[in-house]
Structures are given as C-alpha cells and as structure tokens.
C-alpha cells in the first residue's frame, strides 16, 4: 500500500459519479486531481487522508502547489478533488 496501515480508500477515495455530484465537478477533473494528489503531492511526504483537512484545503493547496510545481489547471484539479473527497 502507499500509505503503510491506512487504506488507500480512506486515504484518497475513488471518484465515483456521486462524488462527482456532490461536488458539482466532472469526474475527470477530479480524477485528475486524485491521480496528483497520489502521484506528485506524495513526493516529499506521504500523503495525509484528505478527510483531515476539508476546509484547510484551500490554504494548504495554496501553499503545496508551488513546492509540486503545479500548473494553474493541476492546481484547480487537486483542490477540486480534494475538497470533494474530504466532504
Ligand atoms: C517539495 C516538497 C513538497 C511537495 C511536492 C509537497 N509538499 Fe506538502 N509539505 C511539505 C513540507 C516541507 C511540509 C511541512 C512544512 C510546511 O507546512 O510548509 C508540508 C506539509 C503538508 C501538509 C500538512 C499541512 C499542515 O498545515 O499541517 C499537507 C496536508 C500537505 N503538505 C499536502 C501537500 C499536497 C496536497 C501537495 C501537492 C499539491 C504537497 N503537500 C506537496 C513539502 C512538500
């Protein structure tokens, strides 16, 4: 697993059609910014269960995308996903 004992479900959750619903986002948006959060934002730390943060997120993802060198639409994608998956 990526993440020792915590599953990587609870971790970052899959983006379902009901996520992508409730986050009023598309689903291939939010797969994207999934697949980075795992991918990119794990390159120096671990990465966290997104449900930690919920309204820090922004804040955080304000701070973080710059260290992962994020373009402005991988920013939006990993903020977009994050926030859905931790609602
Ligand atoms: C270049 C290395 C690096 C990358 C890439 C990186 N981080 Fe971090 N991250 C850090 C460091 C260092 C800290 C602890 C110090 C700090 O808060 O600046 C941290 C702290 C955090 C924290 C804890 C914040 C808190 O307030 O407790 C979270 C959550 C986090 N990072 C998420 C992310 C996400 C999401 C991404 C991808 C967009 C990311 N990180 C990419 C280096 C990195």
Redesign the pocket.
């Known amino acids: 697993m990526l993440a020792g004992c915590v599953g990587i479900e609870a971790l970052a959750p899959p983006v379902t059609p009901m996520l992508a619903a409730r986050a009023r986002a598309d689903s291939s948006t939010l797969a994207a910014g999934r697949r ?2 795992l991918t ?2 794990a ?3 671990a990465a ?1 269960p997104v449900a930690d ?1 919920a309204d ?1 997120w922004p804040h ?2 304000r ?3 710059p ?2 060198k ?1 373009s402005p639409a991988e920013e939006h994608a ?1 903020l977009a996903y ?1 926030l859905a998956a931790s609602r």
């Open positions: 980075i959060y990119k934002c390159s120096c730390h966290d943060y820090e955080i993802i701070k973080m995308a260290k992962s994020l990993v994050v």
